[in-house]
């Protein structure tokens, strides 16, 4: 079976703190991909990154980083000086190669206060 | 270039009526993906469109649910009989081809059935 957790409900910080958001996954797939999205107030998702199962590099993007580690099944979401602008869900997803379709955690509602 | 568009971006409906939803995927796009998020609530995935076939349509919760795509392209989502539980923000997706493509979201439809 597939499935993504993110046991993270909800998180609050202050402005400039570093953030973790976590994301487990679950599949019997060897082949599989991961992804993060953003979700601000406006609705709108926002596709941040794609990482496949075969490449455990982190991936540094500016204030964000990832950190793919397939023996703990995790792929991990970090924030650094966080800001207002953050504040935002958070998805964590999963496609395996034996299905069509995302597989989606339920979120992490990120608000990073002033 | 343009990204996923919807329309309406709003609905009120009567509890009864029938509505339509559409989805205008990017160009080229051959995959579609119609998910509902309900308020507060994760994704919650309805049907998946590869051209104009439905390899998978399991989301979708009832028979009032019926989706189409045509000319590999715009695809409309019909709820009849509208039910007070179906208000939702409906949210379609494209991606190049199915599986593990990213998608990209458009900015949904907020439904009120009252």
């Known amino acids: 079976a597939q499935k993504v957790t993110q046991a993270q409900t909800e998180i609050s910080v202050v402005e400039k703190e570093d953030v973790t958001l976590d994301c487990v996954y679950e599949t019997r797939d060897t082949t599989y991909y991961l992804f993060w999205y953003k979700q601000p107030p406006s609705g709108e998702l926002v596709f941040l990154i794609r990482?496949?199962?075969?490449d455990e590099q982190n991936e540094i993007s500016g204030r964000y980083s990832w950190n793919f580690q397939k023996s703990t099944s995790s792929f991990n979401f970090t924030i650094t000086a966080s800001q207002v602008v953050d504040s935002a869900v958070y998805f964590c997803a999963l496609s395996a190669s034996s299905i069509s379709k995302l597989i989606w955690g339920l979120g992490t509602s990120l608000a990073v206060n002033p | 270039g343009a990204g996923v568009s919807q329309s309406p971006s709003n609905k009120v409906t009567e509890k009864g009526k029938d509505v339509e939803l559409r989805c205008d995927p990017i160009s080229g796009h051959t995959a579609l993906y119609w998910y509902r998020q309900s308020l507060g609530q994760g994704l919650e995935f309805l049907i998946y469109?590869?051209?104009?076939?439905?390899?998978?349509k399991s989301g979708l919760p009832s028979d009032r649910f019926s989706a189409e795509r045509t000319g590999g392209s715009v695809s409309t989502l019909t709820i009849q009989r509208t039910q007070q539980e179906d208000s939702a923000v409906y949210l379609c997706a494209s991606s190049l081809a199915g599986g593990p493509e990213t998608q990209y979201f458009g900015p949904g439809t907020r439904l009120l059935v009252l």
């Open positions: 990482r496949n199962s075969f």
């Open positions: 469109f590869q051209g104009n076939s439905a390899p998978d």
